[in-house]
Nanobody
Framework: QVLLVEFGGGLVQAGGSLRLSCAAS????????MAWYRQALGEQRELVAV???????NYADSVKGRFTISRDNAKNTVYLQMNSLKPEDTAVYYC?????????WGQGTQVTVSS
């Protein structure tokens, strides 16, 4: 059984920073794309950032220049460094991984940015 477990959410003031991490565990043979999505209350889930197995990244326009996605393949872990946070970044953040030719999601972690 494969699990994705996220860490690092919380409450922060506007302008502050948080770092999310997501570790995959279990019988893992291959991990391709890893990504972070978020879903604000009453909104649809949206892609925040994605990173390929080769390290190529892409970001939503709303977070470019503020968020950085990275991964440690040896640890099967993906990170999201979030700087200059804004109240509109408040959401549940979900980790995603294309793993063993299947799609997996984490349980989500709440990020709340106060003004």
């Amino acid at each position: 059984q494969v699990l994705l477990v996220e860490f690092g959410g919380g409450l922060v003031q506007a302008g502050g920073s948080l770092r999310l991490s997501c570790a995959a565990s279990g019988s893992i043979f291959s991990i391709n794309t890893m990504a972070w999505y978020r879903q604000a209350l009453g909104e649809q889930r949206e892609l925040v950032a994605v990173i390929t197995s080769g390290g190529r990244t892409n970001y939503a326009d709303s977070v470019k220049g503020r968020f950085t996605i990275s991964r440690d393949n040896a640890k099967n872990t993906v990170y999201l460094q979030m700087n200059s946070l804004k109240p509109e970044d408040t959401a549940v953040y979900y980790c995603f991984a294309e793993l063993n030719r299947d799609d997996y999601w984490g349980q989500g972690t709440q990020v709340t940015v106060s003004s």
